[in-house]
């Protein structure tokens, strides 16, 4: 079943031009066409720039297209209220990104449960999601730990945690690999392989062709 | 070389539109600072032969005294504001390999100029500003002698620049020396780190909240008198900062704030987080508010309370006095007195105690060598010799030695009337005859038989009543003034504190956003953190500042329940107007934000 439908999407960054005193268009994607199935694991590959993580975050609700239009489940994407786009990001949309996006200030176990709390969800219940997923990724005893306090995998693990707990339906996943060594890659894709098993759609945009392989589909851009 | 000149200047002049934020925080940090000191300076030059503005003038320099401290410590804030401003390029620049002679040369056009020029073109043009200002109030209660103006108007911009450029060289020179055994990588990198992840020196960690909870007690301990009310002040505000400054305090006050409610989490770690970044800032902005109701509100309240026509009859109970060389008409009705110095050079107006039986109307007995001392100054200085034995007094040719037989406030004939006739001495009649030369004659009494001349000074009751009644309004008008800036400079700092931190918060905001923050919590946040930053220690300066002026006022004399109720009002006024300057804060921030994500 078709969850995502791409039609003549395109992206244009407009500069100013200080030498020539004219504006400047820069197109990054123009007029794509794509379709993502349900429980699907893609991966998007390409050169730098050419507007991977654009597309991510466009499927994700937080880039606004300059033409086109992206559909979820026959909802248009940017047509809809804000109120709904924040209800597709928080409950529909799981992310990763490269860099963690961790907030150093507070601990692990507060990091995960911050889309519960935006999801006005119960202490108790977010609490118990919450011990399941750090159990599931091996990270129990780092709950009450600062970010800082620990190693790459370890904090791209906290992300997925924070990502999966309020059982999104797509995780969207930025290089989620980008800055770890092999052994952490191998855990980490294993995890999304599990992730995926869970009826979950995992698009993943990463320039690591080695990767692809585990993926049921590539997208080349 | 035109050409280099000229882009130096374009340099400066783009560095100054990029730091405008710095050259406002400048301008409202200097204008009191400037203001409070032509104000001195006028009531210094022009009032030398008037009498009764020796208060006014003291008033000033306590003033002065205490805004140049705090004022000095905010520029030093905001200097280093603007240096955190300019640490990331540095950062990088030295990352790219630049040579230390190169950099310094960078820091000086960055900083050093641009500083400079910001710094002296503030101070001119506000000192400019607060002169004006200055002059026309002063104008309306009292003549200013226009041959001082010029002189008065360069000495207080020279003052005003020379403190503006001393802290500008003292900050550079604070980064200089901090800089020299250190790797400038890691130096400028630290700079802008967060300070929470910041090694803290185990012994600091457990001495901080201990000092700040004993400077507490000792609040409470000084409170207890009036005469401490002023230590009391000043060891609230030290408390406040090492309890606001440790980390040990706020874990577990955010702590305790997250187990009520777990939706606390994302803002109360606001709290530890931000109270850790901005500890620097949550003290000005506590000092400042302090500073408002505790100094400022004083002189409001003692304006208040004492204007009243019942206090300035009881200040001076006749209508006219007279004194001087000339001998009076009616001798029948004049006392002799002549004048003398004490060993301290206080000048001492000598009566007999046969004059002080006349005017008192009872009886009372001296002998040789001994004397009443009494001074008609201010009722608090109940004992205006603080239980001294002896008294060396000097006369015109010889001096003696005296036997204090006592020592009071009282008023006889009016106080603040000449500093001739402040501080009295009373001694036997006998020893009066002996000793006294150059005689003056002094009368009082509620018509006047007398005309102002050159041997004669005549003192009416209604014009200086008048006189203190305007230099009252007027120094109360002034402390309205610098009130209000005060306030303003308070709201400047927390708007560049926002912008200087923007790049950092942002982060957390852009995540939210990701993570599909609700509009309303987003709001409800961001104004929470304001709330906690900003508005929790402006409350709590201006709660502790409120409550240690009353409790002076509660030993010393009372409040009467008019002035208590507008002084809570006006308290309360003062919130309210804060609270609204950062919520129009919170609101451009969030603009600001929602056009860096991109949703404008």
Not at chain 2, 274 to 281: D, G, R, T
């Amino acid at each position: 079943m078709e969850l995502y439908t791409v039609s003549e999407l395109s992206k244009c960054y407009e500069n100013w031009n200080i030498r020539l005193r004219k504006k400047n268009e820069t197109y990054v994607i123009k007029n794509l066409n794509l379709t993502i199935n349900e429980n699907e694991f893609i991966c998007i590959i390409g050169k730098s720039g050419v507007g991977k993580t654009t597309l991510l975050k466009m499927l994700g609700g937080i880039e606004k297209p300059s033409g086109g239009g992206v559909f979820y489940r026959n909802m248009e994407l940017y047509k809809c209220s804000e109120v709904k786009m924040e209800e597709y990001r928080r409950k529909e949309i799981g992310f990763i990104f490269q860099d963690y996006k961790l907030l150093d200030e507070i601990t692990v176990r507060e990091n995960i449960l911050i889309p519960q709390i935006l999801d006005g969800a119960k202490r108790e219940v977010a609490e118990n999601k919450m011990d399941n997923l750090v159990k599931l990724l091996g990270i129990k005893e780092k709950k009450f730990f600062y970010p800082y306090e620990l190693s790459g995998g370890e904090k791209q693990r906290v992300a997925i945690c924070r990502a999966l707990i309020n059982n999104p339906n797509v995780i969207l996943a930025d290089e989620p690999t980008g800055n770890l060594d092999s052994y952490n890659t191998e855990l980490i894709l294993k995890i999304l392989i599990q992730i995926k098993k869970r009826k979950k759609t995992i698009i993943l945009v990463t320039h690591d062709k080695e990767i692809c392989k585990y993926a049921d589909r590539v997208i080349y851009l | 070389m035109n050409k280099i000149c000229k882009s130096k200047i374009v340099h400066v002049l783009r560095d100054l539109r990029e730091n405008m934020c710095v050259f406002i925080s400048f301008i409202l940090a200097i204008f009191p600072l400037s203001f409070v000191l032509n104000s001195y300076l006028l009531a210094a030059r022009n009032m030398d032969e008037n009498r009764g503005s020796e208060n006014i003038e003291t008033v000033f320099l306590y003033v002065l005294i205490f805004l140049l401290i705090g004022l000095m410590l905010i520029l030093i804030y905001i200097l280093n504001s603007y240096i955190k401003i300019k640490a990331p390029k540095y950062s990088l620049l030295f990352i790219l390999g630049i040579k230390k002679k190169e950099f310094w040369k960078i820091l000086f056009k960055d900083y050093f100029a641009t500083s400079l020029l910001m710094g002296t073109v503030s101070a001119i043009t506000i000192n400019f500003v607060s002169f004006c200002m200055a002059s026309i109030m002063w104008n309306r209660s009292n003549e200013i002698v226009l041959a001082h103006i010029w002189k008065i108007y360069f000495i207080g911009t020279g003052i005003v620049c020379f403190i503006l450029v001393l802290l500008i060289f003292v900050t550079a020179g604070i980064v200089f020396y901090y800089s020299l055994d250190k790797k400038m990588i890691d130096f400028w990198e630290n700079i802008n780190k967060n300070i929470i992840f910041e090694y803290e020196n185990k012994l600091l960690y457990y001495i901080k909240p201990i000092i700040g909870i004993i400077a507490e007690i000792a609040v409470l301990v000084f409170c207890l008198n009036y005469k401490t009310i002023y230590y009391a002040a000043i060891l609230q505000v030290i408390s406040f900062y090492f309890i606001v400054s440790s980390t040990e305090c706020l874990r577990w006050i955010s702590r305790s704030n997250r187990k009520d409610n777990y939706k606390n989490i994302i803002s109360s770690h606001a709290l530890m987080y931000q109270y850790k970044l901005n500890s620097k800032l949550i003290v000005v902005i506590y000092l400042l508010s302090f500073i408002v109701t505790f100094v400022i509100g004083g002189f409001i309240l003692s304006d208040l309370s004492g204007n009243t026509n019942k206090n300035y009859y009881v200040k001076y109970p006749y209508e006219y006095v007279v004194y001087g060389e000339r001998a009076l008409n009616d001798n029948q009705e004049s006392y002799p007195f002549f004048q003398g110095k004490t060993e301290e050079g206080k000048i001492v107006a000598i009566f007999s105690v046969s004059s002080y039986e006349k005017i008192t109307r009872k009886k009372f007995f001296i002998s040789e060598k001994e004397l009443l001392y009494i001074s008609q100054l201010e009722p608090e200085e109940f004992k205006p010799l603080a239980d001294k034995q002896e008294l060396k007094i000097f006369f015109d040719k010889e001096e003696e030695n005296y036997i204090v037989k006592d020592s009071s406030w009282e008023i006889l004939f009016g106080e603040n009337i000449s500093s001739e006739l402040e501080n009295i001495l009373i001694i036997n009649d006998t020893e009066f005859e002996s000793k006294a030369t150059k005689i003056k004659n002094l009368w009082f009494g509620n018509v006047n038989k007398y005309k102002q001349g050159k041997l004669l000074h005549v003192w009416n009751r209604t014009e200086a009543v008048k006189k203190e009644k305007d230099e009252s309004s007027y120094l109360s008008s002034l402390m309205y003034i610098i009130g209000a800036f005060l306030i303003l400079e308070g709201q400047g700092i927390v708007l560049m504190k926002q912008l200087v931190n923007h790049f950092t918060t942002k982060r957390k905001y852009e995540l939210l956003y990701i993570l599909g923050i609700t509009k309303k919590d987003k709001k409800k946040y961001f104004f929470a953190e304001i709330r906690k930053i900003a508005f929790l220690p402006t409350v709590l300066g201006s709660v502790t500042g409120a409550l240690l002026l009353e409790i002076n006022y509660f030993y010393q004399e009372g409040l009467r329940g008019e002035v208590f109720i507008f002084y809570t009002l006006l308290c309360v006024a003062l919130l309210l107007m804060q609270y609204g300057g950062y919520y129009c804060i919170t609101l451009l921030m969030m603009k600001l934000y929602k056009h860096d994500l991109g949703l404008v």
